[in-house]
């Protein structure tokens, strides 16, 4: 699971193609050289209330970036119909999956260090718990970030194994990002969570976002999801 701000997102979206539990930074709020915020088309918001109930969506954060800057952003609705926490800038969201595009920048990150090599055998840093199986010699970083490695998105008690050929195929995997987790861990001796926050988060000024769980969460919106991993 992860978490940021709707501001966090914003200037994810805009900095990195990325995205979290999302915000945008407090300086897209500020009058340094930011672009003022518009309010959307009258129009557009007039049809939210409708759509919103078609999707069963207690709440929603949406936001437009015009060249790298916040334009405008508006916030409807509750984010739980039990606890009618209002909708606002500091709302925390669940990205859930979302998250693996933020992972991957900070995994390519690690490559641009030379620390990770896209197409080094992910067993060749972390033997212990890798994936097992006629295939498993040949799982890379590029086969994992692509969703090609031939791991089951999770696995439950099984052994963990490829279906097919990395690199031949397409099939989307949770297992293969847990593995590589474990890897930039060993590589760079610190949890993934420390690592993001230091190359990713924090000089992208995404202070509320998170892959684990905040001690204010509750108070701000966020509602804990059911996913299994970090990643």
């Known amino acids: 699971m992860t978490i940021m701000r709707r501001r966090e997102f914003l200037l ?3 900095s990195a193609g990325a995205a979290l539990t999302v915000s ?10 930011v672009m003022a915020i518009r309010r959307p088309p009258q129009d557009f918001l007039g049809t939210l209330p409708h759509l919103m109930e078609l999707a069963i969506l207690p709440g929603l954060g949406i ?11 508006t916030y409807v609705g509750v984010a739980s119909r039990a606890t009618r926490t209002p909708i606002s800038s500091d709302s925390l969201f669940p990205a859930a999956s979302m998250g693996k595009q933020v992972f991957t920048y900070g995994a390519l990150l690690l490559v641009k260090d030379g620390k990770l090599d896209l ?39 099984k052994e963990l194994t490829a279906a097919f050929e990395p690199g031949t195929k397409f099939r989307y995997s949770g297992e293969g990002f847990y593995f590589l987790q474990r890897c930039i861990e060993h590589i760079t001796g610190i949890g993934c969570e420390q690592w993001m ?18 001690a204010d969460a509750d108070k701000r919106g966020c509602r804990r999801s059911s996913g299994r991993r970090s990643v």
Do not use: C
């Open 12 to 14: 994810a979206s805009a």
């Open 24 to 33: 945008i930074p407090e300086w897209a709020n500020s009058s340094e050289g």
């Open 63 to 73: 936001g437009l970036v015009e060249h790298g800057r916040s334009a405008w952003q």
């Open 119 to 157: 197409d080094k055998p992910l067993k060749e840093y972390l033997a212990d718990g890798a994936p097992t199986g006629n295939w498993s010699e040949k799982i890379t970083a590029r086969h994992v970030l692509s969703h090609t490695s031939g791991l089951p998105n999770w696995r439950d008690d």
């Open 197 to 214: 926050q230091d190359r990713v988060m924090k000089p992208l000024r995404m202070y509320s976002s998170t892959y684990l769980w905040r």
